[in-house]
T-cell receptor, first 114, second 112 residues
Framework: DGGITQSPKYLFRKEGQNVTLSCEQN?????MYWYRQDPGQGLRLIYY???????QKGDIAEGYSVSREKKESFPLTVTSAQKNPTAFYLC?????????????FGDGTRLSIL | SQQGEEDPQALSIQEGENATMNCSYK?????LQWYRQNSGRGLVHLIL?????REKHSGRLRVTLDTSKKSSSLLITASRAADTASYFC????????????FGAGTQVVVTP
């Protein structure tokens, strides 16, 4: 079945440590997105990529980095510069960047601080 | 501030009842989408309504859009326990590419 796979499901970070969240899709979608979800709030866009080897900052990119070397993969690194990383991270994809494309989501990674 | 804001924040109903939630937004949109999120899971796309549409149906879901009032509503008819979830509206702005802006969501609990 086609879909988006995020791993790991739970992740713990120590002070000063960078951690990488994995996102893989087999939907043959061009566009991919990373969101952060905090309790009681909606999703906020961290980074997005409209095509391989290209990505753009979203609304809250500080302290995060991404790469898009393959169409299927869009990993997110939470760096030590992100002082409040505890959140639920969601990866999504859409067929392309057009406005009328629904987004398909993975089941998220919950990141906590040790 | 968020583009879309849902009302109410939480809703508790019994099976068989209808559930209605509203979404208000601030700027011109190309379309508005509704998503569902079960606890601890990702979002699932429910329905998309374009700015030139007024009403759309999908199974037990009915969505309306009033662009003059910058508001939308989602109606779930004959609710089931399996409808228990958070529901989010997301707006696609006319001057953006595929970027969506999400509201804070409505938590719906359907009791048997």
């Amino acid at each position: 079945d086609g879909g988006i796979t995020q791993s790991p499901k739970y992740l713990f970070r120590k002070e000063g440590q960078n951690v990488t969240l994995s996102c893989e899709q087999n939907l043959n979608h061009d566009a991919m997105y990373w969101y952060r979800q905090d309790p009681g709030q909606g999703l906020r866009l961290i980074y997005y990529s409209q095509i391989v080897n290209d990505f753009q900052k979203g609304d809250i990119a500080e302290g995060y980095s991404v790469s898009r070397e393959k169409k299927e993969s869009f990993p997110l690194t939470v760096t030590s510069a992100q002082k409040n990383p505890t959140a639920f991270y969601l990866c999504a994809s859409s067929r392309d960047e057009r406005l009328d494309q629904p987004q398909h989501f993975g089941d998220g990674t919950r990141l906590s601080i040790l | 501030s968020q583009q879309g804001e849902e009302d109410p924040q939480a809703l508790s109903i019994q099976e068989g009842e209808n559930a209605t939630m509203n979404c208000s937004y601030k700027t011109s949109i190309n379309n508005l989408q509704w998503y569902r999120q079960n606890s601890g899971r990702g979002l699932v796309h429910l329905i998309l309504i374009r700015s030139n549409e007024r009403e759309k149906h999908s199974g037990r879901l009915r969505v309306t859009l009033d662009t003059s009032k910058k508001s939308s509503s989602l109606l779930i008819t004959a609710s089931r326990a399996a409808d228990t979830a958070s529901y989010f509206c997301a707006t696609a702005l006319t001057d953006s590419w595929g970027k969506l802006q999400f509201g804070a969501g409505t938590q719906v609990v359907v009791t048997p």
